[in-house]
């Protein structure tokens, strides 16, 4: 998910024309999500994955969509040349401190059951709203009595309204959303209520995610008006040619620069955990099989779950590339490490018991 965030949009090119439709690009997405690189090869196996998927189904949207995934396996059949240029990183994601939900304004409850400093902002703006239209209603009263007129209506809205303003708490009607966009209605937009809000002392909006609507309860979204209110405590994964941390393969070097953070030492951490699985397989590897303690094979079954994901046939493979092959490898492996370290996802299950072992 962070990384799907931060990520730049790939490009799809056959025969050197960008490429407009939604298949392959749909496709380059989803890998783009997960690979820093993409071939003919991965689509092809993406695509030939979706037509075995659709024709075991009884799903008729699957097997509706079987059509234009044959063709899309024509059209790199015919193809002279077809490339995937993966997206730059364009924006890093980070981890906030926001302001506590007593300031926040909910945007799906009622204004009576609001955060109590909330409630209290609001009731103080709308008792002066009251008192002004008291003020305007004795002095209305007071011009008719003057003129000899009948003030009994005038006398009513004065004793209701008095009522009000003295009122120990004031019934304030409707949701966090109905009175938000009826500021935005009187003030000219949601900028000038949110700056409004914020005088108030009330800070931003919570509301609940896609995932909460439908029960009216569970996890929110924030929306903050101010981003002196926001305070970053941390920031997930390098931005591609940001210059904050290497690693260096032949004596296992890990440097830190200037602007390096937490990302960063998580990152290039999982350079070396895969250095280092490596040269153990290949170390364990040279025994003889009989003589293997169980912790041994376990990390050669690792090892081959680690291959099986990268499409690298064996260790010695592995070994008959030079660094600038493996880099990409090394960058994915690097990538899901640091993703599971924040959010416990392993890459496939397979994988899981080795990314659980470096953390």
Known sequence: YRRALSRGVPTVKLNGRVVTGTLFNSIANRLNDAQDKITEADVRAEIERGIAAADASENLLQKARVKELREGLKKLDGAKSFE???????GQLYEVELPEDDVLLDWDKPLSEQPEKVREALETVERERLRVILDQRQAARDVRLAEGEDTTALDRQIEILTEEVNAERLDLGGTGERYYKAQSRQRGGDAEASAYLANLGIKGI????????????????????????????NQFYQKRGANRGSFRPADLTITLLKDADLSTFLHESGHFFLEVQFDLASRIGAKDPATL?????????????LLQWFGVPDVASWYNLDFEEQRSYHERFARGFESYLFEGKAPSIELHGLFQRFR
Do not use: C, M, W
């Not at 929110?220 to 002196?228: A, E, K």
């Not at 303690?293 to 779950?305: K, N, V």
């Open 84 to 90: 995937v240029v993966q997206g730059q990183d364009t």
């Open 206 to 233: 919570k509301y609940l995610d896609g995932g909460s609507r439908s029960s009216g309860d569970g996890t929110h979204n924030y929306v903050i008006f101010s981003g002196d209110d926001v305070a970053i405590t």
């Open 293 to 305: 303690t169980p912790g041994e094979r376990e990390l050669l079954a690792d090892t081959s779950a």
